[in-house]
């Protein structure tokens, strides 16, 4: 093959290389002969006898003689032609009427010329005598110092240049070189579906594109089209990154995980290239699992606006990820598995046939998962086994799986930290509680007054006994610690996840809402600020059971929801409100019920957890509804003295 071949070969290789060098090439022949055409230009105007001088200098500066000599020979008149360095060095190169050439230095002559040297009136003598004058362009240094001077002159803007390259490498290199790191990030995962709880919708689409990468061939002769990309879209730590391994683990594949900012580079071009390079690296990796997290990164195209190049980068990406997809084929054993939880920022583009078409969506857990969840992780840990993983899915509801896991292994190190010989129900509670509630007990815990921590200790209280006993739910745990912006908390689960709730169960919320105000105006007379958000919620629930949730008697079957806006005038918000406030005034008429006939029980309540801060599990259950009535008398009594003395205290 010759080397034009060759060459041609590469430029077909490489068609952006090959343009980048042919217009190199082009700029370069254009310069030389712009350069020719110039010094053609300048030499058809110069005279004779200064291109004499100026095609070989050497000849004269060769023969350097004193001024004197030079002076002399204008004297005498044996000067044939004389050649003045343009620039006013002093430099002249002169030819002697014998033939001979010579050159000298003229001292004397500066920027403002040569006045009172042997130069002055050169001109008058050269028309007198009849020897040639001209100017001329001459560099009086010898060709090593000449060259050293280009060198020295060139080194400066050299080294700029050198620097300024050397950095856009440098740059170019950082940029790109995530993808030649992304040959590492090739693994071949031993997770199973079976290692991921629940989620088994996700699993049945997930196996169909296990049958895929099992076995692309059946596809590819009946000629069917072959799962290319799904999306997986939930909650974050719901198992999207947990799901594609175990894709790839199941079908014996390689998994190569990414996110989406890793495509977004500042070097123009390089997040294109990063593209290519991925793709590139799974097919070098086939059978392979192509998972890109946070895809919305990169998924949601730019519409103009003022973004400008960061934009169309990203357009560049997306398009270029397209392509990439398009262009597999049948035999690519290649699936492209995409997670978001924004799926409202991927662009339609990316849905298409052949694209991201398999949508999977992942839930967070139910109450047996949430279960079976706990399970798993406990037994990844060194527990006391008196953990009731039942209780603990109900309290953690909405919990995501890898919140879960985190929980678990806070209750684990918490447990470190305390020197315990293993994880108990106690560390475990206090870690979901810790989660639901935003943070550790506060510090705050040691600034409350005992006036205010009795006021709690009703407050609380009174949600407890009324939630229970108007069957809003199952009390799980009462606690009287300030923890995040709580300063106690009353703990209700459901049994079930039923997503319907029954008028009955709303109007016991709302009373148990009210409870803890109840309570505390029932025993101390008066309420306090720690009210405020019980009252914001109940006034919250009580306008969306009258406005949207059909439990209103003035409004019937309507819906103020679906009402157009402009029929929404006063006397219907006016309505709605009445009808609300009418609610909030029956729960509290429910809450006094059940607080004037469970008073003992209020007291005793209040009391034990003024003793322990928290309640739950039997101790609890004893006091809300088990509790013989001598032993609840007796706690009251205990609980009336103590009171009294509160009192006292306060009052002194
Ligand atoms: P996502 O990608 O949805 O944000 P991950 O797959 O990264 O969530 O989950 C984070 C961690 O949570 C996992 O490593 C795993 O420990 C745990 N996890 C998530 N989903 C499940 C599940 N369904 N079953 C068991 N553990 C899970």
Request: aromatic residues 4%; hydrophobic residues 45%.
């Amino acid at each position: 093959m010759t080397l034009w071949h060759k060459l041609l070969k590469l430029g077909r290789q490489h068609p952006r290389a090959a343009g980048v060098a042919g217009t190199v090439l082009l700029a370069l022949a254009g310069l030389a002969w712009l350069w020719q055409h110039a010094a053609l230009d300048t030499r058809t105007r110069k005279d004779a006898a200064a291109l004499a001088f100026e095609q070989d200098p050497d000849a004269w500066l060769g023969q350097p003689r004193p001024v004197s000599d030079f002076a002399q020979a204008a004297h005498t008149g044996q000067l044939k032609s004389v050649g003045i360095a343009n620039g006013k060095t002093g430099l002249v190169l002169y030819t002697l009427a014998s033939g001979d050439k010579a050159s000298t230095v003229v001292p004397g002559c500066s920027a403002l010329g040569c006045a009172g040297t042997v130069l002055d009136g050169i001109g008058e003598r050269s028309v007198a005598a009849g020897f040639t004058l001209v100017g001329i362009d001459v560099d009086g240094r010898s060709t090593s110092q000449r060259t050293l001077g280009a060198v020295e002159s060139a080194t400066p803007p050299l080294l700029l240049m050198l620097v300024i390259g050397g950095g856009l490498l440098l740059l170019t290199r950082l940029q790109t070189q995530a993808g030649q790191h992304a040959s590492t990030l090739a693994t071949r995962p031993q997770t199973q579906f079976a290692d991921a709880i629940g989620n088994d919708e996700a699993k049945a689409a997930l196996n169909r594109v296990k049958a895929f990468l099992h076995d692309p061939a059946q596809y590819a002769k009946l000629g069917a089209a072959a799962p290319r990309g799904v999306l997986l879209v939930g909650p974050p730590g719901t198992g999207k990154t947990l799901l594609a391994k175990a894709l790839a683990g199941e079908s014996r594949a390689h998994f190569i995980a990414v996110d989406g900012s890793y495509f977004t580079a500042t070097y123009y071009g390089a997040g294109v290239a990063k593209v290519r390079s991925l793709f590139k690296l799974a097919r070098q990796h086939a059978p392979c699992v192509l998972f890109i997290d946070e895809v919305d990164g990169i998924g949601k195209r730019a519409t103009g606006g003022p973004g400008g190049g960061a934009e169309s980068e990203m357009n560049r990406i997306i398009n270029r990820v397209l392509v990439e997809m398009d262009g597999f084929d049948a035999m690519d054993n290649v699936v492209v598995v995409a997670a978001t939880n924004h799926e409202e920022n991927i662009d339609e583009a990316l849905r298409r046939p052949g694209r991201f078409d398999m949508l999977v969506r992942l839930n967070k857990p139910t109450l047996p998962e949430r279960q079976a969840l706990f399970e798993l992780y406990l037994s990844k840990v060194k527990h006391d086994g008196h953990a009731d993983c039942a209780t603990l899915a109900r309290i953690a509801s909405g919990l995501s799986p890898a919140e879960i896991a985190n929980v678990v292994n806070k209750a684990a190190s918490n447990a470190a930290e305390q020197g315990a010989d293993s994880v108990t129900p106690d560390h475990l509670v206090r870690a979901v509680e810790t989660h639901l509630l935003g943070g550790e007990v506060s510090p705050m815990k040691e600034l409350l007054t005992e006036a205010t921590r009795h006021r709690l200790a009703y407050h609380e209280a009174g949600h407890a006994l009324v939630g229970h006993w108007t069957h809003a739910g199952r009390i799980e745990r009462v606690t009287i610690e300030p923890r995040g912006p709580g300063l106690g908390v009353t703990y209700m689960t459901r049994d079930t996840e039923d997503p319907l709730y029954a008028q009955g169960e709303l109007v016991s919320r709302l009373a148990m809402m009210l409870a803890g105000r109840e309570a505390e105006l029932m025993v101390l007379g008066s309420v306090s600020s720690g009210a405020s958000d019980d009252l914001k919620r109940a006034s919250e629930l009580a306008i969306q059971m009258v406005g949207q949730l059909g439990f209103s008697n003035a409004f019937g079957l309507l819906s103020v929801a679906g009402i157009p806006k402009e029929l929404l005038g006063p006397d219907v918000q006016a309505k709605v409100l009445d009808e609300a406030r009418l609610l909030l005034e029956q729960a509290q008429a429910t809450c006094r019920d059940v607080l004037t006939t469970q008073r003992r029980r209020l007291d005793a309540l209040a009391q034990q957890l003024l003793c322990t801060d928290v309640l739950s599990g039997e101790p609890l259950k004893a006091l809300l509804d088990g509790a013989t009535a001598a032993e609840i008398d007796a706690v009251a009594q205990t609980d009336a003295a103590a009171h009294a003395d509160t009192a006292a205290a306060l009052a002194a």
